[in-house]
């Protein structure tokens, strides 16, 4: 049951704003040295983690991401102070899903009167006169509330995605609490140096490989849509739309590359007989090697052998910049991809879950005094009950002469039920009683005449 603070308490969640970017860059950076596994995450850490951009470099962080939104909680009652922070980012274009990117709390608190200064220390060794916050309470309540509130501001989500550390017992237990359930189990990967040099020297057999553009959407859904459970498929809720890319959407990767010294090659195999995309890869180079390369990959069930091929592929792409690792992920419903990394010598680093969680939104209702849901079962049958007496028909008619007939006493029965059947009762019966002779013996015979 989720845990709520004290009615003396009241806190406020609001969108993260320009002053409070160092406070949670601290935030971040020291929940980070706690879980050193998040570092070597390919996507996940460069969701989680916001970078100390500075100047123009730190301006064009928020306009990178416009669709990325960042919530904080904030204590009234201690100098308004962060105490956590949660940041969400739509999932897919139609924005059906959303992700949780992360959810932190602050599980200490300094005295100061600036909101826009004060410290976020989470480190365990802390001064004996800093006020704390119990762990499970602040994570349980602050975590449960910023969950909550996303889930009832952002209506045009059906459901939530995230990737938790499997070995964060707390995440965990507060992703469970607020509904959460596994979906997949994700293993990130790390392949050495020289690793990709023994692997670049194989000469890769791939034909049919293309660049990737805005008219292979199609062929990159269906390859997406093949590559995944149904379960899976119906979180991610992708469509074509997602695999294009508009022309704003290119010009600020490109700045964004510029500035991180980075440059994203992209290729996938095509099937000529079969008009279909079977294999597809997309690496992230860094050029100044100060961060590892980072790869996605996605293979048609039925064309595993592509993974030795665009492994060399990208190894080889790899060898045009300064030696670096590269990293990859894979997930629990691919066997053939894990075994192959098993083979070729690659590094486990990480273990995460991934987990989702759908939302009903409830509609709103204006209660109206004679609303439905306010009837009881006596009112809502009584509107089926005749409004007038029924007019007897034809049928009613002869079958009220067939009893007179056959029932002599029919006749002499007052009629109890209705009073107009007794009247139409009555006149057929004063119809039917014609004058006729009682005397029902032969009459008398006539004599011969004289």
């Given at each position: 049951?989720?845990?709520?603070?004290?009615?003396?308490t009241?806190?406020?969640?609001?969108?993260?704003?320009?002053?409070?970017?160092?406070?949670?860059?601290?935030?971040?950076?020291?929940?980070?040295?706690?879980?050193?596994?998040?570092?070597?995450?390919?996507?996940?850490?460069?969701?989680?983690?916001?970078?100390?951009?500075?100047?123009?470099?730190?301006?064009l962080?928020?306009?990178?991401?416009?669709?990325?939104?960042?919530?904080?909680?904030?204590?009234?009652?201690q100098?308004?102070?962060?105490?956590?922070?949660?940041?969400?980012?739509?999932?897919?274009?139609?924005?059906?899903?959303?992700?949780?990117?992360?959810?932190?709390?602050?599980?200490?608190?300094?005295?100061?009167?600036?909101?826009?200064?004060?410290p976020?220390?989470?480190?365990?060794?802390?001064?004996?006169?800093?006020?704390?916050?119990?762990?499970?309470?602040?994570?349980?309540?602050?975590?449960?509330?910023?969950?909550?509130?996303?889930?009832?501001?952002?209506?045009?989500?059906?459901?939530?995605?995230?990737?938790?550390?499997?070995?964060?017992?707390?995440?965990?237990?507060?992703?469970?609490?607020?509904?959460?359930?596994?979906?997949?189990?994700?293993?990130?990967?790390?392949?050495?140096?020289?690793?990709?040099?023994?692997?670049?020297?194989?000469?890769?057999?791939?034909?049919?490989?293309?660049?990737?553009?805005?008219?292979?959407?199609?062929?990159?859904?269906?390859?997406?849509?093949?590559?995944?459970?149904?379960?899976?498929?119906?979180?991610?809720?992708?469509?074509?739309?997602?695999?294009?890319?508009?022309?704003?959407?290119?010009?600020?990767?490109?700045?964004?590359?510029?500035?991180?010294h980075?440059?994203?090659?992209s290729?996938?195999?095509?099937e000529?007989?079969?008009?279909?995309?079977?294999?597809?890869?997309?690496?992230?180079?860094?050029?100044?090697?100060?961060?590892?390369?980072?790869?996605?990959?996605?293979?048609?069930?039925?064309?595993?052998?592509?993974?030795?091929?665009?492994?060399?592929?990208?190894?080889?792409?790899?060898?045009?910049?300064?030696?670096?690792?590269?990293?990859?992920?894979?997930?629990?419903?691919q066997?053939?991809?894990?075994?192959?990394?098993?083979?070729?010598?690659?590094?486990?680093?990480?273990?995460t879950?991934m987990?989702?969680?759908?939302?009903?939104?409830?509609?709103?209702?204006?209660?109206?005094?004679?609303?439905?849901?306010?009837?009881?079962?006596?009112?809502?049958?009584?509107?089926?009950?005749?409004?007038?007496?029924?007019?007897?028909?034809?049928?009613?008619?002869?079958?009220?002469?067939?009893q007179?007939?056959?029932?002599?006493k029919?006749?002499?029965?007052?009629?109890?039920?209705?009073?107009?059947?007794?009247?139409?009762?009555?006149g057929?019966?004063?119809?039917?009683?014609?004058?006729?002779?009682?005397?029902?013996?032969?009459?008398?015979?006539?004599?011969?005449?004289?």
């Amino acid at each position: 049951m989720t845990q709520v603070l004290p009615q003396t308490t009241q806190v406020v969640i609001r969108p993260i704003q320009y002053r409070d970017l160092e406070i949670v860059e601290r935030l971040c950076a020291a929940d980070s040295e706690q879980d050193t596994s998040r570092e070597t995450i390919a996507e996940t850490s460069s969701a989680f983690l916001f970078r100390p951009w500075r100047g123009l470099k730190k301006a064009l962080g928020l306009v990178w991401s416009p669709a990325q939104q960042t919530f904080g909680a904030y204590l009234t009652d201690q100098d308004n102070q962060l105490r956590g922070m949660i940041r969400i980012s739509p999932f897919n274009r139609t924005r059906s899903t959303w992700r949780v990117d992360r959810v932190a709390v602050v599980h200490t608190v300094e005295p100061s009167t600036d909101p826009s200064t004060a410290p976020t220390d989470t480190s365990t060794d802390v001064p004996s006169d800093q006020p704390k916050l119990s762990a499970k309470l602040s994570l349980a309540t602050v975590g449960s509330q910023l969950l909550r509130h996303c889930f009832e501001k952002i209506w045009e989500a059906r459901t939530w995605l995230l990737e938790v550390d499997v070995n964060d017992t707390a995440l965990l237990a507060l992703y469970r609490q607020n509904g959460f359930q596994p979906l997949a189990q994700m293993t990130y990967w790390l392949l050495a140096a020289d690793q990709l040099q023994e692997i670049a020297e194989r000469e890769p057999d791939l034909p049919n490989l293309l660049p990737i553009s805005n008219a292979d959407a199609q062929l990159l859904y269906q390859l997406d849509t093949a590559a995944m459970p149904p379960l899976v498929r119906q979180v991610f809720d992708r469509h074509m739309l997602d695999f294009k890319t508009s022309l704003f959407g290119s010009l600020m990767s490109g700045v964004k590359h510029w500035l991180s010294h980075t440059e994203m090659v992209s290729g996938y195999v095509f099937e000529p007989q079969r008009k279909a995309a079977i294999g597809y890869f997309q690496i992230r180079l860094c050029r100044d090697g100060s961060q590892p390369h980072q790869a996605q990959l996605t293979v048609h069930p039925a064309y595993t052998w592509l993974y030795p091929e665009l492994m060399s592929q990208m190894a080889r792409i790899t060898q045009e910049v300064p030696a670096q690792t590269l990293e990859l992920a894979s997930s629990d419903y691919q066997p053939e991809r894990e075994e192959y990394l098993e083979r070729i010598g690659a590094t486990r680093v990480a273990h995460t879950l991934m987990m989702s969680r759908s939302v009903w939104h409830k509609l709103r209702e204006s209660k109206l005094p004679m609303a439905l849901d306010s009837l009881q079962l006596s009112e809502v049958l009584q509107g089926f009950k005749p409004a007038r007496k029924p007019v007897p028909g034809r049928i009613s008619l002869l079958r009220l002469w067939n009893q007179s007939t056959t029932d002599p006493k029919a006749g002499n029965a007052a009629p109890d039920t209705d009073s107009a059947q007794s009247e139409v009762t009555r006149g057929n019966q004063s119809l039917l009683n014609l004058p006729t002779p009682t005397d029902f013996s032969d009459p008398p015979q006539e004599g011969p005449c004289c």
